[in-house]
């Protein structure tokens, strides 16, 4: 499975967001490029920079690599609609990222981590292939032997129920099901899915 390895909150602080997750994330104390200079006022963006940006946010936000975003991209074209927010729902129904959303973790990489680990089932079977795309009606729980996890109990408890209106949760039972794909404002990413789509039009 692709990973990142390098520097975990690097572009959190490059575009002053929290794209992680974490509320312990450095860019909410430092919102501002990492470096001696990285304070300074920032030089105006050309277009094509901003592109950029907005796919590396993308790939940030969701733990994916380059050749799996194309691979999401072409699979976005193939259907009718706009290629943007197909893209965005593709990204969404990934079984690490409905996990999360879910609240059975509290980041995005450790949901991954419960998922590898195979703690999490979809439908009864267990699945441990992060990038597995979740369809709508499946029922993702969590797996008998791991529903006292502390992870899970506690990221449970913070986030006291508080799940996207295309889920249903049942904390109790550790599992929840996808009801419908959600629309492009019910995906909360701070990407401009437009420039992402642009960008690989080039």
């Known amino acids: 499975m692709a990973r990142n390895t390098g520097p975990k909150h690097r572009m959190c602080r490059r575009v002053g967001q929290p794209l992680c ?52 991209l072409d699979e976005a074209r193939k259907t009718r609609g706009r290629t943007g927010e197909r893209l965005l729902q593709l990204l969404e129904s990934r079984l690490d990222n409905i996990v999360y959303r879910l609240g059975f973790a509290p980041t995005l990489p450790a949901a991954r981590q419960l998922v590898s680990h195979g703690h999490i089932a979809v439908n009864g079977q267990k699945v441990d292939i992060p990038s597995y795309l979740v369809q709508v009606g499946d029922v993702v729980s969590v797996r008998e032997k791991s529903r006292n996890l502390d992870l899970v109990v506690q990221s449970l408890a ?39 789509v642009e960008f690989y039009a080039r």
Do not use: F, W
């Not at 019910?186 to 420039?195: G, S, T």
């Open 158 to 196: 913070s986030r006291a129920g508080a799940v996207p209106e295309y889920l249903r949760l049942d904390a109790e039972a550790r599992e929840g099901e996808l009801l419908r794909l959600p629309a492009k404002e019910e995906i909360p990413v701070p990407v401009d899915d437009n420039l992402v």
């Open 21 to 72: 997750g974490s509320p312990k994330c450095p860019a909410l104390k430092r919102p501002y490029p990492p470096g001696q200079h990285g304070n300074r006022v920032r030089r105006r963006m050309t277009e094509y920079g901003r592109q950029i940006l907005e796919k590396q946010k993308l790939k940030a936000i969701y733990g994916v690599k380059e050749r799996q975003l194309r691979r999401y």
